[in-house]
């Protein structure tokens, strides 16, 4: 094999790796792949009159001293509805924590039905220390979800985050 091919290759694999995460994370924003969930600038105009559990469930690491936790534990929503969620955290430290947000859907075939209009996720969140801060979620499911057969049934959606600390390189 020509060594000039062989440098291209080795060039173009390079690439394609640094590419890979930004590529992966379109992909699932705009397919809703693994339970990611989609963001709407506007509400939907169709409410449905069938009605979706939807679930909510909160997750730190264990090191982390917060509470974070939703204040209600579900809600039975219309499709096309817009609703909203509070999730609280709690710094049970003496010290200010820097937090940030992800979160997934559960079945993850739902993630692209599932819009939200403002989320706390991904943004840096400073909470102080024994400070309780209160996060809104508004959100509705696309009426779109009931004509996709591999969703057409859902009776029952879970929202997840999980709160991480955010460290500072030093």
């Given amino acids: 094999m020509n060594p000039k091919y062989l440098f291209i290759l080795v060039f173009?694999?390079?690439?394609?790796?640094?590419?890979?995460?930004p590529l992966y994370d379109l992909f699932c924003r705009v397919t809703g792949f693994g339970?990611?969930?989609?963001?709407s600038e506007k509400p939907s105009e169709i409410i449905i009159d069938k009605i979706v559990k939807v679930r909510f469930d909160s997750n730190t690491n264990n090191d982390l001293p917060v509470n974070f936790k939703p204040l209600d534990n579900f809600q039975n929503v219309k499709i096309g509805e817009v609703n909203n969620i509070i999730f609280e955290v709690k710094n049970e430290s003496d010290q200010p924590l820097e937090v940030i947000s992800t979160f997934n859907t559960s079945p993850p075939i739902v993630g692209k039905y599932f819009q939200k209009l403002q989320c706390f996720c991904f943004e840096k969140q400073t909470v102080k220390s024994n400070e309780i801060v209160k996060f809104n979620v508004a959100y509705y499911i696309d009426p779109k979800i009931?004509?996709?057969?591999?969703?057409?049934?859902?009776?029952?959606?879970t929202l997840s985050y999980s709160l991480f600390e955010v460290k500072n390189k030093s």
């Fill in 146 to 157: 009931i004509d996709d057969p591999a969703t057409k049934g859902t009776s029952e959606i």
């Fill in 12 to 21: 173009a694999m390079i690439g394609l790796s640094f590419a890979s995460v």
């Fill in 35 to 39: 339970g990611t969930t989609q963001k």
